[in-house]
């Protein structure tokens, strides 16, 4: 099973931004602890700031991967072309947040990908990708 994981804007920075928030980890370093822990699968990841980068990584994973766990960051709250992608392509998407997105500002209450996701997980710190990816492996039993 092969799994995508897609991070949007401002992710690079994990281990260094508001780490009360986001923990003191890069995602490099988790990325690693995934690849362990899950590495019976073939998992790849894909970082970018551009949201048009993004929905062409989103196009492309139809043909390639089995799922997809997204963390489109602020653009979730903004960028109907991201849900567009997802409503769009045959793989399924989760969604995740490292944060309890509805804890925190009002403009965070909202998501245009979650109406067109498999599911969504938040709050969990970077757990929530295991979370996601675990999503899969039950759908494979």
Partial sequence: MKILIINGPNLNLLGTREPEIY???????????????FRKLELSYFQNNIEGE??????????????????????THTSVAIADAV???AVPVVEVHISNIHAREEFRHKSFISPHAKGVIFGFGLKSYDLAISCFIEDES
Avoid: R
Wanted: charged content about 20%; aromatic content about 16%.
């Fill in 23 to 37: 923990g003191g980890k890069t995602f490099e370093e988790y990325f690693s602890h995934l690849q362990f822990k």
């Fill in 54 to 75: 993004i929905i062409n990584e989103l196009h492309k994973a139809s043909e390639t991967f089995d799922g997809v766990v997204l963390n489109a960051a602020a653009y």
């Fill in 87 to 89: 409503k769009a392509i």
